[in-house]
């Protein structure tokens, strides 16, 4: 189908596009921006009039809780919620049920998601059978199922020699490792950050020092290894300055944050606010404030999601017996809108980190609009404000600490492959 | 002792203004006067918090200094406990003597309703039994709604439902009485 | 944020944590377990105020010492009393914790003490029930145990009336305690001055002193002066390992003896929540002794739940 995009304010990142553009698809690729190619004759116009037009968004971690936990979320909705957030493409975190360590298993998930064609769908391999931190997996097998890099999810590898032998092993065969950094002892049972908050609701904590050490020891084993490291959720102020040190001396390492972490401290749990338990835990103000620098600095290459649907029954609970995890995948875009506008970043470097950052952590050539490229494209109102709440929410999962606040920013058009798979409907929903 | 219920003083045609208030230094020689016959041996005196209380401690002196006597607060007896909640206020109960076998004078400064006094001698009676209750109090001002009637009292004063007579007292411990009009 | 305490009105609804609570409502439950007081020494030691009302103590962690003294409290307010083990049935089957609070609303209970292992329990249940319940936290978790931290500040001020001119001194497992951190609120509310905690590195919360207290490591530098020593109850399980090398080395740097009790106040008086680990966090020569009022705070435990359960149980929607 022949699409016409007109009247909208493009920003792609990549082609340091930011001004008033019409963009012409056909066949599901960009034919044309500013002009339509010769002879194009538009089936579908749409009116993106004070829209913003972008890339598709890149979400780097969105669990789609496929296999084994349909009763929290199934692919279908959760990519109907990726759709509606203005992503189109996402990384899954392989801890679902069976854990992602079989070939088959990978080509199943992604087999279901092709068929679905919502989004599209990057499954991250396990990196040790069972996540369990003893063996690891067949990651050329892996890889070939369509893996696009081996992480630990939230289950962080014990044993440093397994981890330096997984390291060695990606790197022999150039795979991305993904690790979220946690030194399994200090975070022990712990549930909230080790800080005033913690202390005062006598929640058990998780020190800053959980993080830096395990950062340390991943970038010395990515050091001596030569394996491509992928840091997930950043969450401490120390933490950044390790990674900025270590890029600063040009060792190949990316991180991200999520959004959640990029707004809220430790204070947001307030009276036990169960939709505030996170992972990893929400720090302090200094934390947070130094995670909004080092995402504007560039030393945190993205923002994801991290989409976690958790069902009611898991988070009607004591705050420590509640399961961790929001929903986010319909967050990313206003929760970034609003760190720009709070941060006064332009709105080109915000979508930056959603589109062209994760696309080159991911390896893919998409998070761009040239004449060419997949017509994944991200459609939306910036002056929409909107409140979150449940009803509000395409997600199977309802819970997030931002229940009840407004944003600014609502997705009007998600294109995949050249086709309109999301138009807000007039009444809102 | 005229043991006979007293007639429940009827709604006044013409309410009393607080310029026609009496005097509550002349009422509470009166109610001395009333009790003095009545003090035996047994006799206690117990007064409701507060201005039964204060009454207590003036009379005292005029009955006789070593009787024994006590307070109540009755907020844990009080029947609106559902609607109002507990008094903020409330202070201990004081009765440090053997309620079992005293003649008890229980002593309060206005009787309206019957309520507070109902409250009162179920907590005397979780004290023990008295041999005896009589109530005594300063003014009767009508409009009791339980079959209780001050035996003595200082003055028959009738108002209606929307007045509020206090006892109050002076710096120097003097009474006086305060009626409120309730706005509608 | 609204106090998930507080009614509209300011009234205390739920008893949560003393944190977060004016003092204007500390004082009102102090004074009012005054009048309990004199209750207990009665003939008849019940006042009708919760007739026909129902107390539940879901205990979810077992302790009988502390479900007692709620049971007390309530019958003496003449309340029908039911007691559930938690720990031993329901939950043991997967029933939630709303399904089982819920089951018992339906049986027209009116007011909940629970005890939790998890702090946050007493505040999640409080959220999610009808509006006419009361909840009492009977301890939860590390987080607060209310009734136990007013009960202890209502026996200092019987024995120390001037709360603006004290020093008190916590001893020990800070970081585990749920009393210690009701103590600290209750006593900076009332306006205590000086609050010192005195415990090695491994047992204290990080930044502790943000509660409002001064830290001591050594006990003979932190028992200096004071007029109150509150020692904290050291768990069994936490005397070998990692926080402790030994129930003998902790009573040798920081368990109560007459001799390190010498250097507080001479009319110094000692407390203990219990229950006690002699020769562990005190000495029996202590614990027994002339300033030791251990056993006057469980009477008036009595009193001050009573306080507690009239107050809310007298406030409105």
Redesign the interface.
Known sequence: MNIHIQHGHLIDPKNKLDARQDIFISLGKVVGIGHAPDGFLAEQVIDATNLIVCPGLIDLSARLREPGFEYKATLESEMLAAAAGGVTSLACPPDTDPVLDEPGLVEMLKHRAKQLNLTHVYPLGALTRQLQGKELTEMCELTEAGCVGFSQADIAITDTLVLFRAMQYAATFGFTVWLRPEETYLAKDGIAHDGEVASRLGLRGIPAIAETIAITTILRLALETGAKVHLCRLSTREGVELVREAKTQGLNVTCDISANHLHLTEYDIGFFNANCHLKPPLRSQRDRDALSIGLADGTIDAVCSDHTPVDDDAKLVPFAEAEAGATGLELLLPLSLKWASEQKIPLSAAIARLTTAPAQILGLDAGHLSVGSNADICIFDPQHYWKIEAKSLISQGKNTPFLGMEVAGKVRFTLLNGRVQFALSPTGG | MNLSMPENPSQPENPPTSQTLPDAEILFQQLAEKLKPLISADTALVGIHSGGAWLVERLLPLLGANLPHGIL?V???RDD?AS???H????????PFA??GHHILLIDDVFYTGRTIRAAM??L????RPASITLAVLVNRGGRELPIAPQIAALEFPLVSTQNLQLLRHEDGRFYLRLEQEVA | MNNPQLNQDG?LKHLLSIEGLPKAILK?IL??A??F???AE???K????LRGKTVCNIFFENSTRTRTTFEIAAKRLSADVLNLNVGTSSQAKGESILDTVNNLIAMHADMFVVRHSQSGAAHFIAQHVAPHIHVINAGDGRHSHPTQGLLDVFTIRRYKPDMHNLRVALVGDVLHSRVARSEIHALTTLGVPEIRVIAPKTLLPVQVEKLGVQVYHDMHEGLKGVDVVMMLRLQNERMNGALLPSAQEYFKTYGLTQEKLALAHPDAIVMHPGPMNRGVEIDSAVADGSQSVILPQVTYGIAVRMAVM??L????I
């Open positions: 607060d907020s844990f007896y406990f109002r909640g507990l903020k206020e409330n202070r201990p109960s004081q009765i309620v079992q179920n907590e009676f979780d004290y023990g | 009234q009102q004074d009012t005054e009048s007081v004199g209750v009665r003939e008849v019940k006042v009708p105020l009239a107050i149980a007298g406030s409105t």
